[in-house]
């Protein structure tokens, strides 16, 4: 039993020991230039359409869109943005993931697949 113990004692030191940033050392950086975390935006699909229908995104970092759509009374059960060639299926209550990264400022334009509810992501 001890000696179970102390092989656990080990173990935690020794990760502990991997852990811990000593004087002197930098921390470990990105590259200049590359984003470590993307832009989240929460979205739904309501019967108002796409909640919110504009978003403002900056340029080279990635994006990530959460979509829920909150009702079955609606065209929007896809999101197509045809700039990034997405087009995506929206299931019902559930929050879809759409990634992107935009490397030009503009707009870009969103739709349902009907093309009849949009919205735009303005990059900066």
Known sequence: ?????HSAIA???VILA??????GDKPEQAP???PTTAQVIEMSVTKAGFVPAQVRVKAGQPVKLMI?????????????????????????????EVTLT?????RSRFACAMDMI???IIVE
């Open 1 to 5: 039993m001890r000696t179970a113990i």
């Open 32 to 34: 200049a230039g590359k």
């Open 118 to 120: 949009a919205g735009v």
């Open 68 to 96: 829920t759509r909150r009702t079955d009374h609606t065209c929007a059960k896809d999101i197509v943005i045809k700039d990034y060639a997405i087009n995506q299926p929206l299931p019902l209550d559930q929050t879809a």
């Open 11 to 13: 173990c935690f030191v």
């Open 18 to 23: 991997a852990s811990v940033t000593r004087a």
């Open 102 to 106: 935009p490397t030009k400022t503009g």
